[in-house]
């Protein structure tokens, strides 16, 4: 017999697996279809080790932490990491031209219809490519997803996205523009400098909220949220090209805008699918960067990670490339129809907390 409960079933039910079975059959057949496809492009499958010194230096971005023992006994501080990116970059600098990566990666403080504390990740990377080859393949995989399913379109609790579609490329400025009536680059100065003020004043201007203790990170963030990504990946896909260079901490600046960088995030039925970078590879200025992002997880979440150092290194002698990250399992709902994401995963985290 089955246990019975007021809670639901967990997953592991017949009944709660048959429903899910359908969608995970999905997962299969997508993941198998993308990897032939990045073998077709020559590129090579990696894997990296989950145990980090450094889970990432993103800002808003919280880890898993663990203790490694010696041999004699000795503890060592350990991160599950947040993303495989670190280490993919060191196998560029080891002389690797074409990867691709699925990794599972953890991310704390993150349970919802589109979020899971272990989720899989599909990053790969180019080197001697800029980043608009990344967008050609994210608009390949989106199609290839679909087609592999069967699915005409792709779909999130109501919401449709043509994946077939040349996808829509909007710079962040421009989505600021026409979704909030915000002047973005007047509060960017020429070297990336920010001024909380003027963006302020903006959203004042035009009726979005701003607290006093705000710092441009979040009036940036705010206005994203409520007023420009709402309206991405409606119809076909979007892709949000050109973020302020305070906002994309490993990407290069554009040579066409200095106060811009070579970042772009992936959007389908209003979901971000993906995040991409035309790679920094100046190890100063990425630890300089990194600092940056440690100092504002400080003001927010009063703690911070340590830098990688060995990343840093590595960083001196990568070559240029351009590199993406994919979420895969919000790729197979959004192609079978799902509408939360432990539907799409074969074996989901218990649940905690409650």
Known sequence: ???????ASPWWTRTVHADRRPFLIGRNAIQA????????NDFIEVDTPTLQVSPGNEAHLHAFATEALTTDGQKALFYLHTSPEFACKKLLAAGEERIACFAHVYRNRERGPLHHPEFT??????TGETYEALMADCAALLA???????????????????????????SVAAAFDRYAGIDLLGSIGLDGSTDRDHLAAEMRRVGVRVAKDDHWPDLFSRVLVEKVEPYLGFGRVTILDEYPVSEAALARPSARDHRVAERFELYACGVELANAFGELTNADEQRRRFQIEMA????????????????LEALAVMPEASGIALGFDRLVMLATGASRIEQVLWAPVSEFGS
Do not use: C, H, N
């Open 144 to 170: 290839l997803a679909a087609k592999t399913v069967g699915a005409k379109k792709l779909s999130y609790r109501g919401a449709e996205t043509d994946p077939f579609l040349t996808p829509e490329r909007i």
């Open 296 to 311: 504002e997880k400080e003001r927010v979440y009063g703690e911070t990670y340590p830098l990688d150092e060995e990343f």
């Open 33 to 40: 279809a993308l990897r032939q496809f990045f073998v077709l």
């Open 1 to 7: 017999m089955e246990p019975t409960s007021s809670k």
């Open 121 to 126: 990740m599909l990053e790969w990377y180019r």
